[in-house]
């Protein structure tokens, strides 16, 4: 089992081996009390690899940028992983990334010494120059000594490194542990070095010797992960032509009885969470929900309206309608027969602000024809929110925002017919 970075850099804290000034993070608003100077970076605590490449790791110069940044990465998910924890970590310049391991090799039956004079992310780069040392005897400074020298390092560089490599020893002996791994140890312009990334893989059979290792083994196995998928009301009418989307099952079985008492025909029903607790990073992930209950309902064949009805609190709400903005514009890009709308069907009733800004450029556009290679119209009844500028963007799309629930059934039921 693989540690966090953060858990494995207490223990690299422990042994001895330099490492940044940090931070958890369990909510954004944690940002507010940060006692690192900026800029800091943050990075997503998820048992994966590849963190960098997928946006979970922002550098921040600020609160306001690193509030905004934080709950985007708690929002991200890294190979299906959601972080519960973000690591807030001192900016390090470093001049060289190196990269170190120590392993037990089960096919030798002996721990090796692993060293690259590359460090960092690219992985091709790091393994064309590894370079590896078996411990054959009983472990001394000249192993570490021996793969700095094969590293092709100098100076004071040979005693730095090699005394990190025999404290990585040292972790991995002490904790019985499969592997210790710092990629990259940055290497600074005055020749300090400092462990900034770190892995450690617990070795599972020797929980029972290691109690602190077994109570973060215990936290990493029994951390709830968010949903990311919307429940289905298990229940679909193939003659239906209407999809609809609400955040609990009160609210989407009244809705459903609105629909058919006025003579519409629902085709199915997705529920995401609640929104009253939109950015708190432990509950389920709504971003992910709501997009894919948006993608499975605007995918489904016979559906010709998707009739959204959430409510929420103001904040919420207008969370909302920029996540549907964002799935929208996004299948817009990739969709060029999208941006039509009938505008003899745009409501000009029932709206939640007034568009009428003297500033507002409205598209007219021709009548959509809905084929399935565009969208479905859009009938979305958000309760509360400051949505005009996020109107106003999708004005070309085929989006009618309603305040009132009879009025979106109804239009909903036009729009369908």
């Known amino acids: 089992m693989d540690l966090l970075e953060y858990q494995a850099k207490a223990l690299f804290r422990e042994i001895g081996i330099p490492v940044l000034p940090s931070q958890c993070i369990d909510h954004p608003r944690d940002l507010k009390q940060l006692d690192i100077p900026y800029p800091v970076v943050l990075k997503s605590q998820v048992p994966k690899g590849g963190r ?5 790791i922002r550098t921040v110069e600020n609160t306001i940028d690193a509030i905004a940044t934080a709950r985007a990465i708690f929002n991200l998910s890294i190979l299906g992983k959601y972080p519960n924890v973000l690591l807030a970590e001192s900016h390090y310049d470093a001049e060289q990334e190196f990269y170190l391991a120590v392993i037990l090799d089960y096919t030798l039956r002996r721990p090796v010494l692993l ?17 590896r040392v078996v411990v054959e005897e009983d472990f001394s400074p000249f ?4 793969l700095a020298f094969k590293m092709g390092l100098q100076g004071d560089l040979i005693e730095s490194v090699s005394d990190i490599v025999q404290k990585m020893y040292q972790l991995l002996i002490q904790k019985d542990l499969d592997l210790v791994e710092i990629n990259p140890l940055g290497v600074s312009a005055n020749h300090e070095v400092m462990a900034l990334d770190g892995k450690i893989a617990v070795n599972d059979h020797a929980l029972g010797r290691q109690s602190e290792l077994a109570n973060l083994a215990s936290s990493l196995t029994h951390t709830p992960q968010p949903a990311d998928q919307p429940t289905d009301l298990q229940w ?33 029903c997705l529920i995401v969470d609640g929104y009253a607790s939109w950015d708190v990073p432990s509950a389920a992930s709504p971003v992910q929900q709501l997009q894919n209950a948006l993608q499975q309902l605007t995918d489904t064949q016979n559906i010709q309206v998707v ?6 609190n103001e904040a919420a709400s207008e969370a909302v309608a920029e996540v549907i903005a964002s799935y929208l514009l996004s299948k817009d890009e ?62 070309a799309l085929p989006v009618h925002w309603m305040g ?3 009025q979106a059934v109804a239009q909903a039921i036009s729009l369908a017919s």
């Open 52 to 56: 960098g490449r997928a946006g979970g």
């Open 115 to 131: 060293g690259s004079c590359q460090g960092g992310i690219h992985v091709e780069n790091v393994m064309a120059q590894m370079q």
């Open 143 to 146: 192993y570490a000594r021996r």
């Open 236 to 268: 679909t009418d193939s003659q239906g032509n209407i999809g609809i989307l609400c955040n609990s099952p009160c609210l989407a079985a009244a809705t459903l009885d609105l629909v058919y008492k006025a003579k519409g025909k629902p085709a199915s």
């Open 307 to 312: 009739l959204v009805n959430i409510l929420s």
């Open 334 to 395: 990739n969709n060029s027969g999208v941006s039509a709308v009938d505008p003899a069907k745009t409501p000009t009733t029932g709206k939640l602000h007034s568009r009428d800004s003297p500033n507002r450029r409205r598209r007219h556009l021709t009548p959509k024809s809905l084929s399935r290679t565009e969208l479905p119209h859009l009938v979305i009844r958000l309760a509360n929110g400051k949505i005009d500028t996020i109107q106003d963007r999708l004005a």
């Open 404 to 406: 009132n629930l009879d």
